[in-house]
Nanobody, 118 residues
Framework: QVHLVESGGGLVQAGGSLRLSCAAS????????MGWYRQAPGKQRELVAYITSGGSTNYADSVKGRFTISRDNAKNKVYLQMNSLKLVDTDVYYC????????????WGQGTQVTVSS
């Protein structure tokens, strides 16, 4: 079974930083694109960022310049470094995997809550 387990969420002050981690198992990690989605109750699910198997990165306009996605294939982990956090960044963040040159939402983690306070 493929498992994606997020960690690193929590409460942070606006303007602060947080780093999310996703540990993957049950798949050939380096062969897959990995990404992060976020969603709050009543809101549309949004693709935040993804990184391809080749290491190319893509970001939503709302997080460009503030968030950085990276991966460590030796550790089967993907990260999301979030800087200059805003109140609107408050969401449940989901680790997603699938595809190669583009992200395909094949596998999902359970989510980790990020709450940004004023």
């Amino acid at each position: 079974q493929v498992h994606l387990v997020e960690s690193g969420g929590g409460l942070v002050q606006a303007g602060g930083s947080l780093r999310l981690s996703c540990a993957a198992s049950g798949l050939t990690f380096g062969s897959y694109a990995m990404g992060w989605y976020r969603q709050a109750p009543g809101k549309q699910r949004e693709l935040v960022a993804y990184i391809t198997s080749g290491g190319s990165t893509n970001y939503a306009d709302s997080v460009k310049g503030r968030f950085t996605i990276s991966r460590d294939n030796a550790k089967n982990k993907v990260y999301l470094q979030m800087n200059s956090l805003k109140l609107v960044d408050t969401d449940v963040y989901y680790c997603v995997g699938g595809g190669r040159t583009v992200l395909v939402t094949t596998y999902w983690g359970q989510g980790t809550q990020v709450t940004v306070s004023s």
